[in-house]
């Protein structure tokens, strides 16, 4: 904001709670906004709304019961909570996945991925003031739900993953339907694309708003699309690869400036990513190699006590990179369990990029960095 | 007139068919159950599933259930997620801004009783310990067709109403919100 637009219409500064119930602040997120006429002049992000406790949760429950909680820290991509939290406790426990059930973890990973972003597409539209997307994109995520239902019985929350594996193989026919999602998915991203991407009130909506430099996502600790929108290349998949994603065959989508539009359409474009991953984990699963209903490692007790010692793994979430940090004092629960969410680190640079901005601006610059409020309170 | 003399109990209608009565009671409680517009109000996983409700495969619309943005126009609030004791406030603030009647379905087991976090230092253990709820819907997270049934549970309450009792389905929500104990 230039000096020369702040006098020419002269304003009272007032003082706004934009949330804790807002249908834009997708959950219960406050922001507590400073502003001078149309324009924010400061911005405070409240977070705390959705506190649970669910670290110090961790130290009351057995390795087993744990992975329960970590469904309900980013609720819209469980299996990448699940995951992390499972490589973590496998890496502090010595135990190791076979081949299967990494090829299946990916392969589901990948489809959360799909799911999440397909919320995120719809939310996005509908804070634009676009409604329309949001059916679209609910119609599809029903479909991959489905898959999920076949294979563990949850809609949105999973627990399908195990320490050691994951809890099932797939069941007769889910390959075949899977693949029939994929055929019907992918064309379907043209269609978002005429839908929301080429609308020009959002593409005026979005373009040259809330733009992250490079140097100051990487400085604010972003990750995930929210960082790869401004160009930096990073991601766990390709510079940590974690499973079978160093056999994957995939590209990481990237944007130029780190506007709103940018970090939307780099999520458009991971879904194709993903698309494609899930096809590749379908072609492997399908083979006679990967020794079916081989999923869960041998000999991995449902209650057991990793030596003392700590380990720490990530994941490239939907939302950015998500690592746990266990710490085993060789007991049966952990002596402590710490989330890096990328929505907790990914939501405080709200307070540098909102000022300056337009107040209808705040819900574009929030949408566009997706966060999901469990994941940031915890 | 038709559809509205298939809903309405105890009706009557003259001969000739040209005059029709009922009691206020069920002329009322009719409006009121077709169209429950909910407050748009997520607090945690809940709310995906209560998004999708609304969304492309369920058509929560075709119940008459169309979510509202503001509390002042909404007459349902489904409490879709864990309340944080840092929440319990602004959920009490919302709930008095909603209008009589007003009617609370607890949707999971966070809004229940508190759910997997029952032992979190943090978390209400169920909403009613701050607000009179109406209908309990179990689940974690329950899926959108119970939601359903549980929004079909408060409508045959809400059928059940007169309007000589004040215009809750409950005493309670005739004397506000409890106090936080």
Known sequence: MTKETSTAIKADQMFINFGPQHPSTHGVLRIALTVEGEVVIKARPDVGYLHRGMEKLFEARNYSQALVLTDRLDYTSAMHNNLAYCLAVEKLAGIEAPLRAQYIRVLVSELNRIASHLVFFGTFGVDMGAFTPFLYAFREREMALDLFEMLCGGRLLYSYMRVGGVSADLPPGWIEKCREFITFFKPRLKDYDTLLTSNPIFRSRTEGVGVIGAERAVSWGLSGPSLRGSGVNFDVRKNDPYCVYDKMNFTVPLGKTGCCFDRYYCRMLEMGQSAEMVLQCLDALSGAELNPGEVMAKGVPKMFKPAAGQAYAHVEASRGDLGFFAVSDGGLNPYRMHVRGPSFINVAILQEILAGCKIADVVAVLGSLDIVLGEVDR | ?181
């Open chain 2, 1 to 181: 007139m038709g559809i509205v003399l298939d809903n309405l109990s105890k009706i009557e209608t003259l001969p000739g068919g040209e005059i029709a009565l009922a009691t206020s009671d069920s002329l009322i409680n009719w409006a009121r159950t077709s169209s429950l517009w909910p407050l748009t109000f997520g607090l945690a996983c809940c709310a995906i599933e209560m998004m999708a409700a609304y969304a492309a495969r369920f058509d929560f619309e075709r119940m008459g259930v169309f979510p509202r943005p503001t509390p002042r126009q909404a007459d349902v609030m489904f409490v879709a997620g864990t309340v944080a004791k840092k929440m319990a406030e602004p959920i009490i603030r919302i709930y008095k801004q909603m209008p009589e009647p007003k009617f609370v379905i607890a949707m999971g087991g966070c809004a229940n009783c508190g759910g997997p976090f029952y032992d979190s230092y943090s978390v209400v253990k169920g909403v009613d310990k701050i607000i009179p709820v109406d209908v309990y819907l179990p689940g974690c997270p329950p899926r959108p067709e119970a939601l359903m049934y549980a929004v079909i549970k408060l409508q045959e309450k809400i059928r059940k109403m007169k309007v000589k009792n004040g215009s809750g389905a409950t005493p309670l929500q005739a004397t506000g919100s409890r106090k936080l104990s």
